[in-house]
Every structure is written in C-alpha cells, then in structure tokens.
C-alpha cells in the first residue's frame, strides 16, 4: 500500500482526519475514488492502487471512514452513522477534486469515478446526487437497487462481532476498526440515509434514475446480497449497465488484476485485447448456465452463501450474462409508485411525512430525521408479517 495521506476536516467543530492512499498519474484524469464496505478499510483496494501504479493510466484514490484504517475515530459521545460518513466523504472529495483542477489548468476536463463496494456503492449513489462535481460513472461491487431484508437478516446472522473484534485487533494499526463502530453498525442510527422500503425489502432505484454517467456492477453469481436475480433487475432498470459476474458465494467480490482490467476495458481505457489477462480471456456464460443458476430460489441460494464462506478456486469469470439471458416473468420491476424525485437532504414537511406513511413502497429515514425503530427490528417485523401470510 501506499503511504498514509490524511485530510483534516473542516465541517464540524473537532479535529478530525480522513486516512487516504493514492496512486497512478498525478495529473490527469479518469479519477477512481474508493469507498469500502461495512466493516473494511481502504486495503481492500490495494490491486486497484497497484494497477494504478503499474499503468499509470489514472489517478485512485482509496478513503478509510472514521474509525476505521487509519482515520481518526469519532469522539465518545458521537454515533457512528452513513451519514456522518457522507458528509466526511462530501468535504473530502471535493477538496481533492479542487486540488486536482489547480495542478491542471491545461488539461482535459476530469472524468470522476466513484467506486464503492456494498455499503460504499450506496454512498456512492448518494455522492452522485450531491457532490457540485459532475461525476462520470458509478462502479459498484456486489451492491444492486435493493436489498432483501432476508438477505440483511442472514448478512448480519453470519457476523460474529466478538470475533470480529478479535480479528481486528491483531492487525496493524493502521487497519484496525474502532470496536464502537464494529457495534454501531447493527444499532438503529447506523443507517440513517434516505431509501425506500415495501415487504421485500430497502430500495435505491430513485437515486439512480437522474444519473446520466456510466454504471458497472461486479458481483457474485451467487452472492447473498447481489446474485444474478438482484443484477437481473438492476439491468432492467439501467440498460446501459455494464455487467462482470463472478461464479462465486460470497459477498463482495474481491478486487483482482482481471477486474481492474475489465474496468480499464469497459470504460475505453485500454484496447479490447488488453481485458486478456495472463492468456486467460473473459468468456461469457452460456445461456442455459445463467438460467440453471436463476432456477433456484433466492432463499436456497442464500442459505448456500452462507455455508460456503470461501471463494471457489479459479472462478469462472463472466461478461455480461445478463444480456445473454432471457426474462422470466417471476422477476418483476421496482414498484411503480417509487417516488422518483431526487433525494434531497432535508428533513420533511409534516404533510410529506404522513405521506410517506402510506406510499408503497416507503420511504426510509435520513439522517436529518431518524425514524426510531431500528434495522434490524424492521427486518424482524417484516419477517414476521410473511411467516403470518403463508400460514
């Protein structure tokens, strides 16, 4: 990795500082800015930063949130929350960004990327809608337009927290997670920003559908969070998404040389011969291997993500199965009646409150006003509200 570079915030009254590691062209553009998952620090994006490097074709950035990596943690009497890191990413992207255009004022207009894995593909789809910075596309690993609260609930089922914390501590410092954010990410305040929600679960079609940039969605086949039916549906809402589907069970997908290649490829960065990587080009998947995999259940393959934690060995690796592959008639559209303005940061009227509790689907809380019932109560009440209809 790269050295440790830090930026000292300036938007709330308390010294604090964002951890980040760049590489690749110190001038230029396309720009990548990293955002990891839940509980991960930027060293996840260590292949991306040495590809980068290596190429020389582009300038990426990898971001730690606070408390984790080598960010400085919030104080004791502050929550960790989505958005807190919204705003910590907001300031510090633009004072990048505003950096970049003084070094050059000869140069190209810049091309800005976003690249977030699970929870940081949801900030990104935030970022796209707020920052003052036109951005040029969203590349997300293993997140689509909705979130099952099945899928939540087995996510969260199959983390060991103490263990985790246990793990955590035995590495460096600089990759360690603050033990109150590792507990914060369950507690009701963690996911504070704005979504919508009916039965199956949270949804982000509306932030998506004023974005004009380019999207590229890596994911796992059989991922329990973003497996070929989510992938499915988010090509259905976004045509112009570019798919890379890896025949694997876990979540997310881990960033390798051949990714970055296909990124590289994808976004005209490189000629197309140059996506074959150490001889191995990428092949598709046959139709009638996607339409196999899309006959099970989503509730078999979660179970199945779940007792195969590893990675198999050499993973088949897929462009674009989604195009390759007919519909079913069991994979239905986004609600219609998703509201498709804007989301906007601000807390709502009274009169659009008692609204909001009756559209289908729901809107979810933002951070400016919380809703007090927590995640994972939700998720429990949802669940039971389908186990009382089967019966």
């Known amino acids: 990795m790269p050295a440790n570079l830090f ?3 300036q938007h709330d009254n308390v010294a604090r500082r964002l951890a980040y590691s760049q590489a690749g062209a110190s001038r230029g553009s396309p720009i990548f800015i990293c955002l990891p998952g839940l509980l991960e620090t930027r060293d996840v994006f260590a292949p991306l930063l040495t590809w980068a490097q290596d190429t020389q074709i582009g300038r990426v950035i990898a971001v730690d949130y606070c408390g984790r990596g080598a960010s400085d943690p919030l104080e004791a009497n502050h929550h960790y929350a989505m958005s807190i890191y919204l705003d910590d990413l907001v300031e510090f992207i633009e004072a990048r960004i505003n950096e970049q255009i003084k070094e050059q004022v000869s140069l190209p207009k810049m091309e800005i990327y976003l690249v977030g894995t699970s929870m940081g593909g949801i900030l990104a789809m935030h970022l796209s809608q707020i920052l003052k910075f036109e951005i040029k596309g969203l590349i997300l690993n293993d997140i689509g337009l909705s979130l099952s609260w099945m899928s939540i609930y087995g996510l969260y089922k199959t983390i060991d927290l103490k263990q985790f914390k246990l793990q955590i501590s035995g590495l460096p410092v600089d990759q360690r997670i603050d033990p109150r954010a590792i507990d914060d990410v369950g507690s009701k305040h963690h996911f504070d920003l704005e979504y919508d929600y009916d039965w199956s679960g949270m949804h982000f079609e509306r932030l998506m559908k004023s974005f004009l940039g380019d999207v590229l969605l890596l994911h796992n086949t059989r991922s329990p969070i973003c497996g070929l039916a989510v992938a499915r549906k988010f090509k259905a809402a976004i045509p112009r998404l570019h798919i890379l589907s890896l025949d694997a069970a876990t979540h997310p997908a881990n960033w390798t040389a051949k990714i970055c290649a296909w ?29 196999n995999i899309l006959d099970t259940t989503f509730l078999d393959r979660t179970e199945n993500a779940h007792r195969n934690t590893q990675d198999i060995s050499n993973p088949l690796i897929l462009v674009n199965p989604i195009e390759n592959s007919a519909s079913t ?16 940061r601000q807390a709502p009227t009274k009169d659009e409150h008692n609204k909001d509790q009756t559209d289908n689907p729901q809107r ?11 995640l994972t109560e939700r998720i429990s009440e949802y669940l039971k509200t389908i186990f009382q209809v089967k019966k």
């Open 364 to 374: 979810g809380s933002t951070h400016a006003s919380i809703q007090t019932v927590s």
């Open 7 to 9: 930026h000292q915030l």
């Open 329 to 344: 008639g069991t994979e239905k559209q986004l609600n219609s009646n998703s509201n498709s303005t804007t989301p906007e």
């Open 263 to 291: 990124i590289a490829t994808t976004l005209h960065l490189l000629p197309l011969e140059s996506s074959v990587v150490q001889g191995q080009p990428f092949e598709p998947l046959s139709k009638n291997a996607v339409n």
